[in-house]
């Protein structure tokens, strides 16, 4: 903790430094521009009062107008002149007349200065611009990363957990078997029971390996026509062999329309889709949890909806359930299974297929309901 504070108070004087140079670099330069301005027009009255003074000894009276000078000058009389005017009178024989810059000369000093004025407001706006967008961008990422930080330690902790309670399912039920102290009778239960750990396990391990593949860009799915009802179907029967003391928690409703009909997807990435949300559902699902599957068919695409009347959730959270390690668990229910991967992977793998998942609840305790949106396609 103190080397990040430090770090942090590093960060704040080099930005304070970086901060006081900006600024001290623009007033230098601005008052490189006054003193230009007024050099140059130190440089117009020399030559002005140098002129006049030699018209001054001339033996006739200059006439008005335009001089010729290393600087434009010209002869005027002093009832013409303005009160802001540099004026030399042409001393000592012609005091009533003398010698002054042309306007056309005080013009261009003063464009000049005042492009210089704005070229460097600009260019110091500028630069204090892209100083706040570092520094915001730099902030970003600071929170970011530890934001991630957080997320992974989460993560970190929920697959330990995770592994180490199947793990440890499997590990009693073998010294129970290896100590042939399971009666008959209890012996496919807990064969079941074994089985079903390890299944969840290697959901797990599987979720972790497609997420970092997905997050790479490494995984592609290879999309053609499948048949969607026979697959479902298969689906839920290989999931109902886990559901040994309820198999019917796990339900498949249909009509009839849809006995034929087929999806643009991949059969991997469908089956994982599903494998995903009915895990959810069966989590979230309260204490006596039931899942119902269901397709409808709608304007050349197929909804197949995964749904359970357990916890629920606040529409307003729906977007966040599928943010990456985010965990949508109630405080008060008390569920933080899983790894916050499932719902990601889901609708990751949906986009790919040309597809969507959706997410809605009636609230908090009115069980929840997960689209998965494909295109239909011919058989």
Request: aromatic share 8%.
């Amino acid at each position: 903790m103190k080397r990040i504070q430090g770090y942090h108070l590093l960060f704040g004087a080099a930005l304070v430094t970086l901060v006081a140079l900006c600024a001290w670099w623009t007033i230098f330069f601005m008052r490189a521009v006054e003193l230009e301005r007024t050099a140059s027009l130190n440089r117009i009255t020399h030559a002005a009062v140098v002129t006049a003074l030699m018209l001054g000894h001339a033996p006739e009276a200059p006439e008005p107008g335009p001089v010729k000078a290393e600087v434009p000058l010209e002869v005027i009389h002093k009832k013409d002149r303005k009160q802001d005017d540099i004026f030399a009178p042409a001393v000592p024989r012609y005091p009533e007349i003398g010698v002054r810059p042309a306007p056309a000369s005080l013009i261009e000093i003063e464009e000049k200065v005042k492009s210089r004025r704005f070229m460097m407001v600009g260019e110091g706006s500028l630069l204090f611009l892209l100083l706040g967008i570092c520094t915001i961008m730099l902030y970003r990422l600071v929170r970011q990363e530890r934001s991630h930080m957080r997320r992974m330690e989460a993560f970190v902790s929920a697959v330990t957990h995770e592994m180490k309670t199947p793990l440890a399912g499997v590990k009693s039920m073998l010294q129970t078997f290896s100590a042939g102290k399971v009666p008959d009778r209890d012996q496919d239960k807990l064969y079941a029971m074994g089985l079903k750990e390890t299944e969840r396990l290697d959901h797990m391990i599987n979720n972790i390996l497609l997420s970092g593949r997905l997050r790479t860009q490494r995984h592609q799915v290879s999309l053609k026509p499948v048949s969607l009802f026979p697959l479902i179907d298969e689906f839920v029967e290989h999931r109902r062999r886990f559901l040994f003391d309820n198999p019917q928690a796990l339900r498949f409703v249909w009509k009839p329309d849809v006995e034929n009909v087929h999806v643009l997807a991949d059969t991997d990435a469908l089956s994982t889709i599903l494998e995903n949300l009915t895990d959810n559902a069966f989590k979230y699902g309260g204490k006596s949890p039931v899942v119902v599957i269901s397709i409808e068919r709608k304007d050349g695409h197929v909804l197949i909806a995964v749904e359970d009347s357990g916890t629920g959730f606040d529409q307003a959270e729906s977007e966040e359930m599928f943010v990456p390690f985010k965990r949508m668990a109630h405080h008060d229910q008390g569920v933080q299974h899983g790894a916050g991967l499932g719902l990601w992977i889901a609708r990751t793998l949906a986009r790919k297929m040309t597809g969507d998942l959706s997410a809605s609840s009636g609230g908090p305790g009115k069980g929840s309901r997960f689209i998965i949106t494909l295109k239909e396609a011919a058989g």
